[in-house]
């Protein structure tokens, strides 16, 4: 090799988890020209990168089988099945080409609403909505199969007022209460059942789960259906002193400390500020949104976590994260799953 290769290579090497996903994507992009390239087939170079594999049984035995409407068509061997790049992704069937998703993804990082980034796009307000809710759907899929917390794991819980917003007028939904007018507040002291409990956790390497577990005050159920198999067993879990993160984890086999009312710091070191920082940021980031329906709530908390995940990115790259993760792994989300959705998301 080169001296020149062999610098470039060194400097790959100490690139932080974060910059060598942005290496390689600006990398990927620029070797397929995503100005030139059709949306399908930039789908289908992300997709397989490492070889067409079904979308439906997992096998390789791929043949090529004719194209449709100009786009190549795959058959499997082993199941028989026939499908294309986009099959099983958010993009399946769109009659929307790359530069329309991407500047769409574009009115998502600036905070549009529904009906703004449909008016900038050139789209309908349905199209809006569906898109988003995918696009948030396919991430929330990655996130659940991939995070886990290690090392110093700080968890506590945050709450948001329990809505139906949304048009219920064809789904079928029979609302358990009266209407709320838009911006009364909750009338119940305490954590009421309007309340939703959100348990949160962060570690110190920048991971975050944050998952809808129900209403009320958070309970050890609660903790274990959100946080069971996320945080590694080898990490130390830092809390306050509610009794069911101590259970949860007795059970894990997790190490805990529990802080004291009055104690922000326990060894210098352990403490729930960045989980605590993460609710205010939170929060923050819901507020233009004028209140979310509690049934989409899973994926916003997922919307702000990515980001939080990849701040380290350009705007630029983070754009092109978000639209090629969420093409690039099995996932189909039906315009009727979305209307469809419980009220209430509980975690599994």
């Known amino acids: 090799m080169t001296e020149n290769v062999e610098r470039a290579l060194e400097i790959v090497r100490n ?17 397929s020209g ?12 992300n997709r397989f990168r490492n070889g067409i594999v079904c979308p439906h049984c997992g096998s390789r035995a791929v043949v090529r089988n004719g194209k449709r409407n100009g786009l190549q068509n795959y058959k499997c061997k082993e199941c028989g099945k026939y499908f294309s790049n986009t099959t099983k992704t958010i993009a399946y069937q769109s009659k929307y080409g790359f530069d329309k998703w991407k500047q769409y993804i574009e009115c998502m990082m600036m905070g549009m609403s529904i009906r ?7 789209i309908s307000n349905a199209t809006a909505f569906y898109w988003r809710h995918k696009i948030l759907g396919a991430l929330q899929n990655i996130t659940e199969i991939k995070q886990k917390l290690y090392g110093i794991v700080e968890a506590d819980e945050t709450f948001f007022p329990l809505s139906y917003k949304g048009n219920h007028s064809k789904d079928g939904f029979v609302m358990p209460r009266k209407a709320k007018k838009r911006g009364n507040s909750n009338h119940k002291r305490g954590l009421s059942h309007n309340l939703v409990c959100v348990p949160c956790a962060v570690d110190r390497n920048n991971g975050i789960v944050a998952m809808v577990s129900g209403t009320g005050k958070v309970s050890t159920e609660k903790v274990k259906a959100v946080f069971n ?3 590694v067993e080898s990490s130390v879990l830092v809390t306050d002193k509610d009794s069911s993160y101590l259970k949860f984890a007795e059970e894990n086999h997790i190490e805990i400390f529990q802080l004291k009312s009055e104690e922000r ?54 754009e092109r994260n978000i639209l090629n993760s969420s093409t690039s792994h099995n996932f ?3 315009t009727s799953e979305i209307s469809k959705k419980p009220a209430l998301p509980l975690a599994a």
């Not at 060598?20 to 990927?28: D, Q, R």
């Not at 995503?34 to 170079?45: A, C, E, R, T, Y």
């Not at 703004?116 to 050139?122: E, L, M, Q, R, S």
Request: charged share 20%.
């Open 34 to 45: 995503d100005q030139n390239i059709s949306f399908n087939d930039l789908i289908g170079k």
């Open 265 to 318: 710091v326990y060894k210098g070191i352990y403490h729930i500020q960045h989980v605590n920082a993460f609710h205010s940021h939170l929060k923050a980031f819901m507020r233009p949104f004028q209140g979310v329906s509690t049934k989409h709530l899973n994926n916003y908390l997922v919307w702000y976590a990515w980001m939080s995940m990849n701040r380290e990115l350009s705007e630029e790259s983070l």
């Open 332 to 334: 189909r989300l039906l």
């Open 116 to 122: 703004k980034a449909a008016a900038k796009c050139g």
């Open 15 to 31: 690139f932080t988890e974060t910059e060598f996903h942005a290496f390689m994507e600006n990398l990927y992009l620029s070797e």
């Open 229 to 231: 198999n996320r945080i």
